[in-house]
């Protein structure tokens, strides 16, 4: 048996070696190194101090360019008077205070004006004199605009606001912008142009000027930038404490250094004007010598070279620094030889003697242990990979000396397949929609994953928990029925569980029987068992599952089982709500059609009856195994999207007003309007009585007027008589008819009360299209008038290129309700308009669906629902689609659509046809092109047509035999 050892000991081991390897290595080549070490370290070090000396420079210089260039752009660039560039002083004042490196900014113009703001004490020993107390900002101004120009100094304080103001005629008669180089450079150059750092000579400091054109080219926008702290920060980066560090230009002179008073020289002119001192006049002996080093640097590569110095050596570095549009500049550092390599060459000799003696132990020890460990762990780390990659296709396994590499092999292993297990447990869970056939289906994998025999799945509700599934190992289901527990009373192992909120195991005590029901159960062997809440991600009981085993659960098992539930619990939840949406969606699109349906007796159980039929023709489709359809299937989110259209394929009937689906006669609107012609024929009666009366009473002979009343009655009351059979609508009008319409339409009666008092504000409107008569007034028995057209508004039209496809003809107006018009209808009852608003039904089907937000799988509904109307020929309607154009489930709708109002025996107004007559008809329309020959072959020989007649019509209409239809005995006629 191979001998573990702890991971440790192999660790230490390892490490030591590695140590002593490093230290024989370096202790090897150290000596020949370090020499080239230190100088490149030296080298280096000054590299990096160079980059942030021009760091320095650039963090100085770019909050200045920034506000020169923004200050191009400012209104002051244009400004034509002092009053006008003082509207500005703000801007610059925040562009000054932006940077402590900015001593002023000014604007130089093409006429010679200028305009300068800057802090105070900046200038001369003189100016400074003058300064009022207070002031923090100076305004030098030159305006040449009258006769003479005029220079000012004006004095602000922080506040910006004006403390004096000085005339001083010597200023700008001295002064003009105009003669400057920053000024003449800029005014030529397209970019910002920058001086080479310059001795300011009334401050006495090192800096730099910018400037910018603007204006359009009649201004210039200048900046003057201090570097004089670029001294103090070579200072803090000396590199030992007997460093120096010098900035200097091309010539040698110094632009910075620590001691200020040694880098600026009184003039040895008479003018006593201070300079720049140059490289050998800073009283350092390591630098005299590398004023023509620094005057004959060689392009942009820096330089390296020792200087000696008496006995001392010293490590000189000379770098340029390049910034944009500035001559070079170059970083001198001078380091003394004695400070840099102190440590560094007693390192070196303790170094040598450690790595002699390391060398000569650990040597012999580290090959054979760095394998032993390498190949272990480099073998683990490919098994963590593929488990980060989800391989698990092959068990881990490895064998290791090291006790602790073993171990963690075995705990990945189990790792691995728990994790694969957990991961298939999911997935199959998350596939499964259907949430009936997912809770057997969560308990199978359960048993499966915990090695249990046997389990139940509860659901809880309200106070209970109601069993939802009960399955042995082999998934079959348990014989019997188990009762529903309170939760407040099931049992001790289940409500211990419950009480707690998390996975209990312990042995089945006989109140768990009994609590359970299990006495009836063949569970012989089962003596433990696993009970789990499960609990949704607001931690509220969704259900709970107990689990029956033939031994004690392991901590190890409980764990995994724990966690398992709580995907279940999850998985569970969210599959539960999304049934609980779906059951609340189909019980609204059914309440939908329940209340069409309900709306109007006409339509009957129209909206529930479709559905149906055309589910079943839809299944005969998916079950045919030959013929067109044979290839034909439906998965389960198709079929959902045909059971959806199918239940709202009329839901636009929820616009048509009643009394034209329930039209019954001509003028019949929300009432028969054939009772109002009913009064005006009795008035002309009464009338034709009152001119008798009054021709008798003049002297007339009453018998033949008694005669000619008698006689003019009875054409009253024969022409009332054809007007009262023309509005029923049940025979055709001929030509004559109509004819005989307008000549009784000509009668007149006598109207003597005001027709447009008492009536709606609609009405008025519309009777408003025609001035009022004088009463009394002779009216026609029927007319046309304008009051009876109802105009289509805006919202009632509906455009060529609209987005559904529409292609229906659209009459002019929206209802016509002139009384020769309607009664002139030539068959049924409806006119143009009204007919155009019962078919506009499948229009606001196709509109109302396609608003709906349907899920991805759901999106053909309004395609399926909106072509039931839709003729093989192109010629139905909303949008003319031919068969080609249409999806097969809208043509089996169409047949259902049609079959069902054919057969239907709840509509007031017909009988249901019988099979044969239904039959017959729909023969004719699919020879015609109205209804798919192939499907309504399929709804033949499928005998769909026979198991809806079986379960919605009476035995009297069922007058078809479905065997004699197939061999031919009895075929449908189209002549019927």
């Not at 340029?320 to 007693?346: F, H």
């Not at 969704?542 to 659960?553: F, I, N």
């Not at 509005?727 to 009360?753: C, D, S």
């Amino acid at each position: 048996m191979r001998r573990h050892y702890p991971l440790h000991v192999h660790i230490s081991t390892l490490f030591l070696a590695l140590i002593l390897l490093v230290c024989g290595v370096l202790g090897g080549i150290g000596y020949q190194l370090s020499s080239d070490l230190l100088a490149a370290s030296a080298a280096d070090l000054t590299t990096r101090i160079s980059r942030e000396a021009l760091l320095e420079m650039e963090h100085i210089i770019e909050p200045a360019e920034v506000a020169t260039r923004l200050l191009s752009l400012q209104r002051v660039t244009t400004a034509t008077s002092l009053k006008e560039r003082l509207d500005s002083v703000e801007f610059l004042r925040e562009a000054l205070d932006s940077s402590a490196a900015l001593s002023s900014l000014y604007v130089g113009y093409d006429n010679g004006d200028f305009f300068l703001v800057g802090r105070v004490g900046q200038g001369s020993e003189a100016e400074a004199s003058r300064v009022p107390v207070g002031a923090s900002y100076v305004v030098q101004s030159i305006e040449r605009a009258g006769a003479a120009a005029r220079g000012r100094f004006i004095y602000l304080d922080a506040r910006l606001k004006i403390l004096r103001a000085d005339d001083r005629p010597d200023y700008a008669a001295a002064y003009d912008p105009r003669q400057r180089p920053w000024f003449q450079q800029a005014l030529t150059a397209s970019t910002q142009v920058k001086t080479p750092p310059y001795l300011f000579y009334s401050s006495r400091k090192v800096g730099t000027t910018l400037a910018n054109r603007a204006g359009g080219g009649h201004a210039v926008v200048g900046a003057d930038i201090l570097l004089h702290t670029l001294g103090m920060i070579l200072a803090t980066r000396k590199v030992t404490p007997g460093s120096e560090m010098v900035l200097v230009n091309s010539q040698g002179f110094v632009l910075a250094f620590e001691d200020l008073d040694r880098m600026v020289m009184a003039s040895p002119e008479s003018d006593a004007a201070p300079k720049l001192a140059r490289l050998d006049e800073l009283g350092v002996p390591a630098l005299v010598s590398l004023m023509e080093t620094v005057r004959n640097m060689p392009g942009q590569a820096a330089q390296s070279l020792r200087v000696k110095v008496r006995d001392d050596g010293w490590r000189v570095s000379v770098n340029p620094l390049l910034l944009e549009g500035v001559p070079p500049l170059y970083l001198v550092t001078a380091i003394p030889e004695s400070e840099l390599m102190a440590g560094a060459l007693q390192l070196r000799q303790h170094s040598a003697v450690a790595t002699l003696v390391v060398l000569l132990i650990t040597i012999p020890l580290t090959w054979l242990l760095a394998r032993s460990i390498a190949r272990s762990l480099g073998s683990l780390a490919d098994e963590a990979e593929a488990i980060r990659h989800f391989e698990f296709t092959q068990p881990i396994k490895l064998e290791s000396s090291i006790k602790e590499v073993s171990e963690l092999a075995q705990t990945m292993d189990s790792m691995k397949r728990t994790i694969h297990r957990f991961l298939d447990i999911s997935h199959a869970v998350a596939a499964e929609q259907n949430f009936d056939r997912l809770l057997p289906r969560l308990l199978v994998d359960t048993l499966s994953a915990s090695g249990a025999r046997a389990g139940i799945l509860y659901l809880a509700e309200e106070t209970q928990l109601k069993p939802a599934a009960a399955l042995d190992e082999t998934g079959s289901a348990w014989a019997g029925e188990l009762p529903a527990l309170e939760i407040s009373n099931s049992g001790p192992l289940l409500g211990a569980a419950l009480s707690d909120g998390s996975a209990r195991a312990e042995r089945l005590r006989p109140d768990d029987i009994r609590c359970l029901g299990l006495a009836t159960a063949d569970l012989s062997g089962a003596t433990h068992a696993i009970a789990l809440p499960l609990l949704n991600r607001q931690t509220e009981l969704v259900g709970a599952m107990v689990l029956l085993c033939d031994s004690a659960t392991d901590s190890s098992r409980l764990s995994f089982v724990k966690a398992l539930s709580g995907s279940a619990a999850v998985s569970l939840e969210s599959k539960a709500l999304i049934k609980a949406q779906k059951d609340l969606f189909e019980a609204f699109i059914k309440l939908i059609a329940a209340a069409i349906d309900a709306k109007s007796p006409y339509t009957g159980g129209h909206c529930k009856r479709v559905p149906e039929l055309t589910e079943m023709l839809a299944d005969a489709a998916c079950e045919a195994s030959s013929g067109p359809f044979q290839d034909f299937q439906l998965s389960e989110d198709e079929r959902e999207a045909l059971h959806v259209a199918a239940w709202l394929h009329d839901c636009g009937k929820v616009t048509t007003p009643e009394y034209v689906v329930d039209k019954a006669t001509k003028l019949e609107t929300i009432h028969d309007r054939l009772h109002e012609v009913r009064m005006r024929f009795e008035v002309l009666k009464r009338e034709e009585e009152i001119r008798c009366l009054q021709a008798i009473a003049d002297g007339g002979d009453e018998p033949s007027l008694r005669a000619g009343l008698a006689a003019e009655l009875l054409r009253i009351d024969d022409d009332f008589a054809f007007i009262a059979n023309c509005n029923e609508g049940g025979e055709f009008m001929a030509p004559q008819k109509i004819e005989r319409l307008q000549v009784i339409a000509r009668r007149t009666w006598w109207r003597t009360l005001d027709d447009r008092i008492g009536i709606s504000e609609e009405e008025k409107l519309r009777k408003a299209r025609t001035p009022p008569a004088l009463l009394p007034v002779a009216e026609p028995l029927l007319a046309d008038k304008p009051e009876h057209l109802f105009p289509r508004r805006p919202q009632d039209q509906m455009p060529a290129d609209n987005r559904w496809g529409v292609r229906m003809a659209v009459p002019m107006l929206l209802y016509n309700r002139g009384e020769l018009y309607n009664l002139a209808v030539e068959r049924g009852t409806l006119s143009e308009e009204e007919r155009y608003k019962i078919n506009e039904h499948i229009v606001q089907t196709l509109v109302m669906l396609s608003q709906l937000p349907f899920p991805k799988h759901l999106r053909k509904v309004p395609e399926i629902a909106g072509a039931h109307h839709e003729k093989m020929d192109g010629s139905g309607y909303p949008c003319k689609l031919r068969r080609e154009e249409m999806p097969p489930v809208a043509r089996m709708m169409a047949i259902a659509d049609i079959f069902e109002a054919l057969t239907a025996i709840d509509r007031p107004y017909k009988k249901g046809k019988t099979l044969s007559e239904a039959l017959a008809i729909m023969s004719r329309m699919q020879q015609e092109q109205h209804i798919d020959p192939e499907l309504f072959d399929l709804f033949l020989s499928s005998g769909v047509y026979d198991k809806y007649a079986r379960k919605r019509m009476r035995p009297e209409q069922r007058d078809v035999d479905h065997e004699n239809l197939l061999i031919g005995k009895q075929r449908p006629h189209p002549t019927v």
